[in-house]
Structures are given as structure tokens and as C-alpha cells.
């Protein structure tokens, strides 16, 4: 089968692999009927991966069918449409018996697929704890409409979970990339006061107002002033830090009032400066961390009442054959791209 697989620093390659076979019991064969490309992708292919071991298929957002199962799998059988979680995770642990199961302590545990192990930007991919891994399709619910359950959208909803949004706040998102806008999407569903979302592309700014009308857009140079002028208590009550860039970590806790609490979703390329003196007295609680993917069976219930909707954000399609040309789209940021569908 053709698979995208990681060669060296720098550089992908569409290459002939066999099939995978199941290797362990609670295994899974997944026929993928619809993949995606993540900016972590694109992070494995700069080398800022360490862990990203050449040679593996790369791809961690997808959906698709099951085709076989290890002996020890009882929540999906063949025939089944599932969801593919970007974590791995045993369901045993300590840490995931409390729901943290970005922690979990399983050697397979953690980000593996298409970073320590193969992928899904192929035919076929092997899925370990399929049991935890793998989340069955509403028989409403579309491909596209659940392409991002079990990576960005399960990031968007553990950040807007883990946030505290009460009704009468005033939320904050930073950056309305593919991961600002699932948690646009999940915020939206907390129903704060108000919705701010700051972001200096003009292209993505017309997005949110196009799809999202009501929250409020603003461009970082702006964001400082135009918070305090449009909240209650002088700053907003809960930031949503997803940018990632050189300055926006600074930008997240000036925009907070004093007591907020400031979520960081971003991933960023170098150390950030706590300046605990600046900040001395605005008594912020800060929450870091990778996602907890562990809500993708309520995320798909959300999709099939109709209240989560990511579907605008698919903006281009390619075939399995034509990688290259949708990896190079999205690492430019060509033609108003948000998100790449790629077919097998
Ligand atoms: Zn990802
Ligand atoms: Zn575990």
C-alpha cells in the first residue's frame, strides 16, 4: 500500500509498504477512508520532533473502518466507522483512570501513532488499545464531520473543559488557526457572555466572522485595549492561549484580569518567560499541557445533535497520490487553507 512516510529531516515521501498486521490482542486494523494533515506533522517533518523515528508512515487524524480486531477487543468489531485518537492509552493506569490520559504510563502510551509508530496517511493503519483508541461513528454523522474528533477538536474541548467558562465571562481565544477554531467551536458551547478571538491573518479573521458571527474579532497590535474596553473587570476572565507565537504568551496573561485563568493549548518552538514580578498580584492559575483525548464519544454526540460543526474547515481535498502538493498548500498557507482532506 502507499504510505507518507517520515525519510529523514526535511523530508516525506509517498513510499510502497505492506499492509499492517495485528501484533497484539487489544490491536485494530483500520481501513482509512478519510485523513488529514496536522501542523505536528509538520513539526516531525522540521526535525523538532525528537521522538519521531524515521521510516514510520506519518498521519494522526483520521477516520475510517475497522477491518480487524485482536482477540482482546470488545467495544468495536469489523464493519464498524471509528474515529482514531491521536493518544494512545491503556485505560488502566493511574493516570488514566483519571482521565488524564496524556499521561498514561503505558510504553505504547502517549502520541505514537504516525510519530513513533506508523500512522495513518496510508491505505491502512494498525491501531494499539484499539479499545481506548478508537471511538464507533454515528451512523448520521458524515467523514468530514468527524475528521477532527480524535485530534484538534479533542484539543478544543479539553481546553474549553479544563478552562472553567462560566456563564457571565468574557473568554478570550488566541489564534484562529485549525486548533483555535475547534476551540472556538468548544468554547461557543459553555455559552460565555462574550467571545473574543484575536488573530492577525486577515483571511482567518473573515472566517471566524463568517462562520462564528457573534464572537468578537480583534488583531493582536489591538487585543490589549480592546479586551479591557470590552469586558467587565478590566481584562477577560479566561484566556485560551492556542497561537504559539514569539509574543503571544506574553499577550495572554496581560489580556487577563486579575484572578483569570489562562489555559495554555499552544505548542511552542522555544522557552517562554514567566515574569513573575510583572504579573505579582493578578493571582492568575495557569493550566499547561497536551490534550487529554478521552471525550470523543460525547465530541461525536455533540457533532451528531448538530452543536459542534467542523466541516467549514475543511477547505481542500487530494488524493492519497497527490500528498505532496497538499502538504506544500498547507505549510504555506496557500489559497485560504484551514485544513487538507486526503483520501486514500
Ligand atoms: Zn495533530
Ligand atoms: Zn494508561
Given at each position: 500500500m502507499l504510505a507518507y512516510t517520515?525519510?529523514?529531516?526535511g523530508r516525506f515521501q509517498l513510499t510502497e509498504k505492506p499492509e499492517p498486521v495485528l501484533q497484539d490482542a487489544h490491536d485494530a486494523i483500520v481501513r482509512v477512508t478519510l485523513a488529514s494533515i496536522c501542523t505536528s506533522d509538520l513539526h516531525i517533518k522540521h526535525g523538532s520532533v525528537p521522538r519521531a523515528v524515521p521510516g514510520i508512515t506519518v498521519g494522526h487524524e483520521m477516520v475510517g473502518v475497522v477491518e480487524q480486531t485482536g482477540t482482546a477487543v470488545t467495544r468495536v468489531r469489523p464493519g464498524d466507522r471509528v474515529t482514531v485518537n491521536v493518544e494512545t492509552f491503556c485505560g488502566e493506569c493511574f493516570f488514566c483512570r483519571h482521565?488524564?490520559?496524556?499521561?498514561?504510563?503505558?510504553?505504547?502510551?502517549?502520541?505514537?501513532?504516525?510519530?513513533r509508530i506508523d500512522g495513518g496517511q496510508a491505505r491502512y493503519v494498525r491501531v494499539p488499545h484499539a479499545d481506548q483508541g478508537l471511538d464507533r461513528i454515528p451512523d448520521g454523522v458524515t467523514d468530514e464531520q468527524a475528521l477532527f474528533t480524535g485530534d484538534i477538536l479533542a484539543t478544543g474541548f479539553w481546553a474549553a473543559r479544563i478552562s472553567d467558562i462560566k456563564p457571565e465571562d468574557t473568554v478570550l481565544i488566541i489564534g484562529a488557526g485549525p486548533t483555535g477554531l475547534c476551540t472556538l467551536a468548544c468554547v461557543?458551547?459553555?455559552?460565555?457572555k462574550r467571545i473574543i478571538v484575536c488573530e492577525k491573518s486577515d483571511e482567518r479573521t473573515d472566517f471566524v466572522r463568517r462562520h462564528y458571527p457573534g464572537a468578537l474579532t480583534v488583531r493582536p497590535e489591538e487585543c490589549k485595549d480592546f479586551v479591557r474596553t470590552h469586558?467587565?473587570?478590566?481584562?477577560?476572565d479566561v484566556v485560551l492561549e492556542v497561537a504559539g507565537a514569539d509574543d503571544t504568551f506574553r499577550l495572554a496573561w496581560e489580556c487577563a484580569r486579575p484572578n483569570a485563568t489562562v489555559t495554555i493549548v499552544a505548542l511552542y518552538d522555544h522557552p517562554q518567560l514567566l515574569p513573575l514580578p510583572d504579573m505579582y498580584g493578578k493571582n492568575l492559575t495557569f493550566k499547561t499541557g497536551?490534550?487529554?483525548?478521552?471525550?470523543c464519544a460525547e465530541i461525536l454526540r455533540l457533532i451528531e445533535k448538530g452543536e459542534i460543526d467542523t466541516t467549514p474547515l475543511i477547505t481542500h481535498r487530494f488524493p492519497l497520490e497527490r500528498i505532496d502538493e497538499a502538504y506544500r498548500l498547507f505549510e504555506e498557507r496557500r489559497d485560504g487553507v484551514i485544513k487538507v482532506a486526503v483520501e486514500p
Open positions: 517520515y525519510m529523514e529531516k482521565g488524564y490520559v496524556n499521561n498514561c504510563t503505558d510504553p505504547d502510551g502517549g502520541w505514537a501513532l504516525g510519530c461557543r458551547l459553555k455559552r460565555p469586558s467587565d473587570h478590566g481584562g477577560a497536551g490534550v487529554d483525548g478521552c471525550d
